[in-house]
């Protein structure tokens, strides 16, 4: 509990309304799971992936218990993911049972992006609006590493803006993961370089 903070998570479980049937949360305890059943959730979807350490252990054997169906899908939140990933990121919503609690570590970044991703092409919610969960009120900080999160919608936006192209199709034909890194990289030593040490206005 220590090493991966659940101590925290006792304190400030971060669990915030997405939609109807979907919420997101950090890291629950098996406490939180059986809550969680009694509030009438089916899925837990798992940000994380699977692990061999202690908290997944209990997770997923909570899980079994309360017959809680456990989703694990492993998002990535300092580092952009592969394609496939995120082309099964827009396809996963039909396949879950609803309602759906759906958690990372912190409930701040991961969960950000799968709001957006859900919201975005499940429910047919504009994409600068979906964005909004993207926010520093669910813990989510765009200037750290885990920006490279807003990174990754602001680089399509902008390739639609330019081209009209869809954003499937713009995951298979265009988007490279290490392209993306290395964009991430690059805009943040210039943020750096303009913010903190040139002290532009």
């Known amino acids: 509990m220590l090493v991966d903070h659940g101590f925290l998570r006792i304190l400030f479980f971060n669990k915030r309304r997405v939609d109807g049937d979907l919420w997101r949360s950090a890291q ?14 089916k899925t837990i979807l798992n940000l994380r992936g699977s ?18 169906n456990l989703v694990d899908f492993r998002i990535r939140s300092r580092s952009a993911s592969n394609k496939l990933t995120m082309l099964a990121s827009i396809d996963i919503w039909k396949t879950l049972e609803y309602p759906v609690l759906m958690h990372c570590k912190s409930g701040s970044d991961r969960t950000g992006f799968m709001a957006t991703m859900y919201l975005w092409q499940h429910k047919k919610v504009p994409l600068r609006q979906a964005m909004n969960h993207l926010s520093l009120r669910y813990g989510h900080v765009k200037q750290a590493k885990t920006g490279v999160i807003d990174f990754f919608y602001e680089q399509y936006l902008q390739a639609e803006k330019e081209s009209g192209i869809g954003f499937r199709k713009w995951v298979e ?3 490279d993961r290490d392209a993306m890194d290395a964009a991430f990289k690059q805009k943040s030593r210039a943020n750096i370089l303009i913010n903190w040490i040139l002290r532009r206005e």
């Open 28 to 41: 629950p305890s098996p406490a939180h799971l059986q809550k969680i059943k009694a509030e009438g959730f």
């Open 173 to 175: 034909t265009i988007y």
């Open 51 to 68: 692990r061999n350490d202690a908290t997944y252990i209990l997770e997923r054997a909570a899980c079994t218990e309360l017959k809680l």
